[in-house]
């Protein structure tokens, strides 16, 4: 049985992973999500297309040399079966005719918000008006830093993880953890309409970690927010505000001396015991200062390494447990639980593969 939730948008690539044409020519670009290899490539007017990494002859990959793109097809680099954008196969070698099961598989595809959608599933379940939302990553008056990182584990474990930051205090002190992260209680909200669930923790008062002190040059304790926005499976918003103890938004909702960042991670499967990390951090302040960035990017990406060396010792635990286990939740883990409930109900069962067993206490 998977743990992969089918029938669903998952994040790919960035967009800027998948150049443009200039010139027409190039490779595809492949990537394994929820265990399936796929090619991307741009058309000549700059659409992004998906389709089966697998040539249906001998199944060389088509987003690996010598397989190439020629104007608006791929060309296999084993025998030169060539592919159009639709994945229909419109030339094989040594004959004129070719076999009407000469298609790839194709993938439902967005771009948005500088992220590129596949639709893993039944492309005839594909709503690209579902496809969750992280504006900021491309929006004026915001400066973001993105990047990718391998995770030798399952995607639930980075789910709940993230879901859970009171292990920012233990995890990652020195960079974004301070006690009050771990001290703090949270508020849990799950919308069964939407399908969402917001995980809340607001510190009236707390320690500045250097994530924060340096990015925005507050020297004392601060007001720090915490609000995260879930979409199952995959998308993850934390709304960090933080500001000097005392400076409170406007009675209108404006906030001109808070400092506002977004966390996104989009949670990506790349096989049932590894996923992809993409993560990225939009703020709204020092939007010009490239120091500011290199900071933020070295220090974030110092972050998730951090998670990803901890997963990865988790899968392997977890992995040589398979009948399952008994995990001990307390009210930091009402997130994490909500979450996995939610991502079971999507997978239209009430367990996933290997569950583990949880209990409250
Ligand atoms: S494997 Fe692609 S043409 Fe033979
Ligand atoms: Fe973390």
Not at 32 to 45: L, V
Request: one cysteine or more; hydrophobic letters at 40%.
């Amino acid at each position: 049985m998977t743990s992969i939730v089918r029938d669903q948008w998952y994040v790919a690539a960035y967009g800027h992973e998948i150049p443009p044409r200039d010139g027409g020519g190039g490779t595809a670009f492949g990537r394994t999500i929820c265990g399936e290899p796929i090619s991307f490539w741009r058309t000549s007017g700059g659409e992004v297309t998906a389709m089966s990494d697998r040539c249906v002859h001998r199944r060389f990959p088509l987003s690996q040399a010598p397989s190439r793109l020629v104007e608006d097809t791929v060309v296999c680099g084993y025998h030169g079966f060539t592919y159009g954008a639709d994945g229909v196969c419109v030339a094989v070698p040594g004959q004129t005719r070719v076999p009407r099961a000469a298609r790839l598989r194709r993938y439902p595809v967005v771009e948005l918000d500088g992220f590129v959608w596949v639709f893993i599933g039944d492309p005839d379940r594909a709503d690209a008006g579902s496809v969750p939302r992280a504006p900021w990553l491309a929006l004026e008056g915001w400066t973001t830093v993105c990047g990718r990182e391998p995770l030798a584990a399952r995607a639930s474990l980075l789910v709940e993880n993230l879901l859970d930051l009171s292990h920012e205090t233990y995890l990652h002190s020195g960079h974004i953890g301070t006690p009050e992260v771990a001290e703090t209680s949270i508020t849990v909200d799950v919308d069964e309409q939407a399908g969402t669930l917001r995980v809340s923790r607001h510190m009236a008062d707390a320690g500045c970690p250097p994530f924060y002190a340096r990015s925005t040059g507050i020297t004392g304790r601060i007001t720090r927010w915490q609000d995260i926005e879930f979409t199952p499976p995959c998308l993850y918003r934390l709304h960090s505000r933080v500001a000097p103890v005392g400076v409170v938004p406007n009675a209108d909702g404006g906030d001109p001396d808070g400092f506002h960042v977004k966390v996104v991670y989009a949670i990506t499967p790349e096989t049932e015991t590894s996923t992809h990390d993409f993560w990225a951090v939009a703020r709204d302040f020092a939007l010009d200062d490239a120091s500011v960035s290199a900071y933020l990017r070295e220090s974030n990406r110092t972050v998730v390494l951090q998670d990803v060396t901890a997963l990865g010792v988790l899968e392997r635990v977890v992995a040589s447990e398979p009948d399952g286990y008994q995990e001990l939740s307390i009210n930091i883990d009402t997130g994490s639980l909500a979450a996995r409930r939610l991502i079971a109900r999507l997978a239209g069962s009430a367990t996933l593969a290997s569950p583990p067993v949880a209990s409250r206490r």
